[in-house]
């Protein structure tokens, strides 16, 4: 063997003494000033043969050639040592003397530019990923390659397939064009442009892409997408849709492995249960595994009804399962017992600042807790609750809410109700220690106090005409409401009181002990608590 090699190199060393141009590629080649002649190493046999001015050595069985570091494989080669290329069938594999490795059943050679095109079967791997395709062409001395006619990456148990690709082996990068799908157990990638890395995994995305796990579907036009870390970036509006809820933001991170999720930038969450609930912040953090929401930066939580829909703003929101709270939940109507609907194992917790609205109804207080087992949202520290011309006050108001609208208040503590005859300078008041108050579709029908209640009633005649103020007290007092006006009052046990006539009460006898008409601070609309500066 090495007997055939040194006689060779005697054929190729004659050659080139005997035209030097012409074996370097010829007088009309472009020659890279980099590049070395194509050298013969082994091979079981060989022949020379010289046709057209061609000088060319067939090699035969297990050939081994060399351009610099670059080695060259196969079954049989014909090397045009005129033109310093060569044609290989059978076996073909390249190395340049690093971890890239191609294969193919078939190569042409351009030893000048050091180009290489790879026919049928062809197999690129770099240690960590396995290109395969039937057609590719790759320049060994920049390690860049390309597919056009469809092509396969496989990457442990990731696979991408296109319809072009192109592998930059200095960076291990693989730009994926026309038809790319990525798949793996996790999820299946769909875009026209992908690029991915075959060392870290990292799929970056530059045009609208689709990415499906399971139940969610996730839509991007810009990110990136680790299948080995399953961490993610997404910009520019992306979304992510899944059974149950629906996520938009500016910017996104997910981690995957963990469940966990940050959303940036006029987030949005819409709930797709029957609990139809969206909430809407700057700044949302999620835990898939633990159904947890953590919203900061102005949170806000809408609870949609039929006609109207409660709107909850405060400086931070959360939600979790009722199961997993770590402290006991104050009974309020129900017990929370055992929850046999998942949807329900829910709660909302808002904190400082909070402010409520609804076409009907309005509240403020500094911090929330809205349990859905037992559909009750409970406002504490300095609550206040409006409903038309109503406002009531405690150290502590449980809210009822029946079809997601308020049915029933229990305000526990210095309870105080006002109501506003329209727009004079008189109100109707109610305050005990402990105090309900009833609505129908949203408006206040009833309410009932006990306990040292006391009541400040103005009397109107026929003709809407000012009688005289009623201060009463009582264990028990009932007041009706009848289109926001109080239509009756029902003293039980214990009554004092005295009528007044108007023009002979004192204007310090017109409130109660602790009136305060906190209307400046009332919630006047929607876009009101939804604006920052509030």
């Known amino acids: 063997m090495k007997k055939i090699g040194y006689i060779l190199l005697l054929l190729i060393c004659s050659l080139q003494k005997t035209n030097a141009q012409e074996v370097l590629g ?14 013969f190493l082994s091979a079981e046999t060989y022949n020379v043969k010289k046709k057209d ?66 026919r049928k ?12 395709t039937d057609s590719l062409d790759y320049d060994v001395s920049v390690k860049i390659g390309n597919f056009k006619k469809g092509g396969k990456l496989v990457r442990n148990k990731t696979t991408l397939t296109s319809t072009e690709g192109y592998y930059y082996g200095v960076t291990r990068d693989v730009i994926f064009r026309k038809n790319v799908v990525l798949k793996d157990p996790e999820s299946n990638i769909t ?88 909430l809407m912040a700057n700044n949302i953090k999620t835990n898939r595994y633990k159904n947890i929401l953590l919203a900061t930066e102005l949170p806000t939580l809408l609870i949609k009804q039929q006609k109207d829909t409660l709107y909850i703003t405060a400086d931070t929101l959360y939600s979790a399962k009722v199961s997993d709270l770590n402290r006991p939940l104050t009974r309020a109507r129900d017990s929370v017992g055992k929850i046999t609907d998942t949807t329900l ?53 449980f809210m009822f809410i029946n079809n997601k609208k308020p049915e029933q208040l229990l305000v526990f503590d210095n309870a105080f109700a006002i109501n506003r005859i329209d727009t004079t300078q008189y109100y109707n008041q ?21 306990g040292s209640a006391e009541n400040i009633y103005f009397a109107l005649d026929d003709k809407k005409d ?45 409130n109660i002990r602790g009136f305060k008409w906190l209307e400046d601070q009332r919630p006047k609309s929607k876009f009101e608590i939804l604006s920052p500066q509030h």
């Open 466 to 510: 000012f009688i005289g103020m009623n201060h009463s007290s009582a264990q028990v007092i009932e007041i009706s409401f009848e289109n926001s006006e109080v239509s009756r009052v029902v003293f039980r046990n214990q009554l004092t009181g005295k009528m007044t006539p108007i023009g002979q009460t004192a204007k310090e006898e017109l």
């Open 345 to 397: 194992n829910k709660y909302f917790e808002a904190f400082h600042h909070v402010k409520i609205y609804s076409d009907s109804l309005q509240a403020k207080c500094d911090s929330l807790f809205y349990s859905l087992s037992d559909s009750t949202i409970r406002l504490l520290n300095k609550p206040i609750i409006w409903s038309n011309n109503n406002q009531i006050t405690g150290d502590t108001i």
């Open 191 to 278: 875009t026209d442009t992908l690029e991915y890395n075959t060392y870290s995994q990292l799929s970056n995305f530059i045009s609208p892409t689709k990415i499906i796990s399971g139940s969610r579907i996730i839509r991007t036009k810009n990110g990136n997408y680790n299948t080995g870390t399953r961490k993610g970036y997404l910009y520019e509006r992306s979304s992510i849709d899944d059974s149950t809820y629906t996520f938009i933001a500016d910017e996104m991170a997910i981690d995957d492995s963990l469940g966990l999720g940050e959303f940036r930038g006029n987030a949005y969450f819409k709930s797709k249960d029957s609990l139809s609930f969206d």
């Open 430 to 450: 109610l305050k005990g220690i402990k105090l309900n108050a009833w609505f129908t579709d949203g408006s206040l029908t009833k309410m009932r106090t006990k």
């Open 53 to 118: 001015s061609m000088d060319f050595l067939i090699l035969v069985g297990h050939v081994k050639i060399r351009q610099g570091k670059t080695l060259l494989f196969g079954d049989s080669l014909i090397l045009n040592s005129t033109l310093n290329t060569l044609e290989g069938f059978g076996h073909i594999h390249i190395n340049d003397a690093d971890s890239i490795h191609t294969y193919a059943d078939y190569l042409k050679y351009i030893g000048n530019t050091k180009k290489a095109f790879l």
């Open 121 to 132: 079967k062809v197999k690129l791997t770099d240690g960590k990923g396995v290109i395969t």
């Open 26 to 39: 010829g007088s009309n080649a472009p020659i890279d000033s980099s590049s070395k002649l194509i050298e």
